[in-house]
């Protein structure tokens, strides 16, 4: 890995482009990343854009991350969802001791998934024990390390408060070989990314090994990266994911519209109203990439200056995400009717990006209460959440 922050990411990400979009239907179909393209994007260093330096990884600027990710999407939504999901992940390093974050990360094909929930550990000598089911882990049959968000329980039953007065959460991370695995992923949509469920029983966690994770005053790493809560970064690559993949069905139906020509009805490109779809999809598209874009460089701007991402900001890439993710389905909605018939059949990926877009669509960054979190701060009389569990 160069050591220039991200350097060479975001054209390795297009340079694997035509194998991931051919790799495409099999990760439909086994519902999971396939061996070639975990291979090519471990190779290229591609889960490793969020990992410090000091640790072999890029430590990249959010625009970059951003980037590699949308170029990802075009290609296919589900291999960006799990380099997003496990990138993220991979911040944790930045919390951690500086020994357990080398043996976790210092391996090549080293890559760290969690899931959703956060459940009870309980305190024992030298660290924390626990048995739990967590689910929704993205990117969990790639991941030789796992992470999960827990309450602490004291030994005598009660809950540890954290310096705000609500219950302490932290991230413990533990090997894949101590957990049992459930193929619960049948969804209609982001099939491939293995969104699977999974549980340990009785497993103990050394101390080292749960992280403050999103606790700066935990943070081990100084980089200005680190200063971006994981919540607030997961907002930022599936905004940009979403980008990419309503870019690639934009240029496919604007492709087709070149050439197809309906039984009795002029040409496509020809036709006053696809015309206005497209233009106005292109329009629509590329102000809300400019958008998320804008925002966070102006963020990450203001941070390297400020070694702090202020309220302000937070509000401004929490918005932001949310409403590109919105508007990004309204293009993908907008090409899908104009294609017509042509949209149903798999073999033309229509079909396949529009399922991929509305479920992402459905999760939790892209919740409609975030309008009433920003409308809140703006009044004054709320913040923005720094995460569902924390």
């Known amino acids: 890995m160069n050591k220039a922050h991200g350097f060479g990411l975001i054209e390795r990400a297009r340079a694997l482009a035509p194998l991931i979009?051919?790799?495409?239907?099999?990760?439909?179909?086994?519902?999971?990343?396939?061996?070639?393209?975990?291979?090519?994007?471990?190779?290229?260093?591609?889960?490793?854009?969020?990992?410090?330096q000091n640790i072999g990884g890029a430590e990249a600027p959010?625009?970059?991350?951003?980037?590699?990710?949308?170029?990802?999407?075009?290609?296919?939504?589900?291999?960006?969802?799990?380099?997003?999901?496990?990138?993220?992940?991979?911040?944790?390093?930045?919390y951690l001791d500086p020994e357990v974050a080398h043996e976790i990360f210092d391996a090549p094909n080293s890559v760290l998934a969690w899931g959703a929930i956060a459940h009870a550990v309980n305190v024992v000598p030298g660290g924390y024990r626990i048995t739990a089911r967590w689910d929704f882990a993205s990117g969990s049959r790639q991941a030789n390390w796992f992470g999960a968000h827990v309450h602490v329980t004291e030994p005598d039953g009660t809950t540890r408060m954290n310096r705000r007065g609500v219950p302490e959460i932290r991230t413990i991370v533990f090997p894949a070989s101590k957990v049992t695995m459930y193929d619960v992923w049948d969804v209609i949509g982001l099939c491939g990314t293995g969104t699977d469920s999974y549980s340990v029983d009785d497993l103990f966690i050394p101390e080292n090994f749960a992280a403050l994770r999103d606790d700066f005053s935990a943070l081990r790493e100084k980089g200005p990266l680190y200063g971006i809560t994981t919540y607030t970064m997961f907002g930022l690559g599936f905004a940009a994911i979403s980008v990419g993949l309503a870019r690639a069905m934009l240029d496919a139906a604007t492709n087709l519209s070149r050439e197809k020509a309906s039984v009795g009805l002029k040409a496509m490109r020809e036709n006053n109203a696809?015309?206005?779809?497209?233009?106005?999809?292109?329009?629509?598209?590329?102000?809300?990439?400019?958008?998320?874009?804008?925002?966070?460089?102006?963020?990450?701007?203001?941070?390297?200056?400020?070694?702090?991402?202020?309220?302000?900001?937070?509000?401004?890439?929490?918005?932001?995400?949310?409403?590109?993710?919105?508007?990004?389905?309204?293009?993908?909605?907008?090409?899908?009717?104009?294609?017509?018939?042509?949209?149903?059949?798999?073999?033309?990926?229509?079909?396949?990006?529009?399922?991929?877009?509305?479920?992402?669509?459905?999760?939790?960054?892209?919740?409609?209460?975030?309008?009433?979190?920003?409308?809140?701060?703006?009044?004054?009389v709320g913040v923005i959440p720094r995460g569902p569990t924390v």
């Open 21 to 52: 979009a051919s790799e495409a239907d099999a990760i439909e179909k086994t519902r999971r990343l396939t061996p070639p393209v975990v291979t090519a994007l471990l190779e290229n260093g591609l889960y490793r854009a969020l990992l410090p």
């Open 62 to 94: 959010p625009e970059i991350f951003m980037q590699l990710l949308e170029e990802v999407a075009k290609a296919d939504a589900s291999t960006a969802w799990c380099l997003g999901q496990c990138n993220v992940c991979s911040m944790t390093a930045a």
């Open 274 to 380: 696809v015309q206005g779809v497209i233009g106005r999809a292109e329009g629509n598209l590329r102000a809300a990439r400019h958008y998320i874009y804008g925002t966070a460089a102006e963020a990450w701007r203001d941070l390297n200056q400020t070694g702090k991402l202020s309220e302000e900001h937070r509000t401004a890439i929490r918005l932001a995400s949310t409403w590109t993710i919105h508007q990004a389905a309204e293009v993908v909605d907008a090409c899908y009717h104009m294609v017509g018939a042509t949209a149903v059949f798999r073999s033309n990926g229509f079909e396949r990006r529009f399922r991929d877009m509305h479920t992402i669509k459905q999760q939790i960054q892209a919740r409609d209460t975030h309008y009433e979190d920003v409308g809140k701060a703006l009044l004054g």
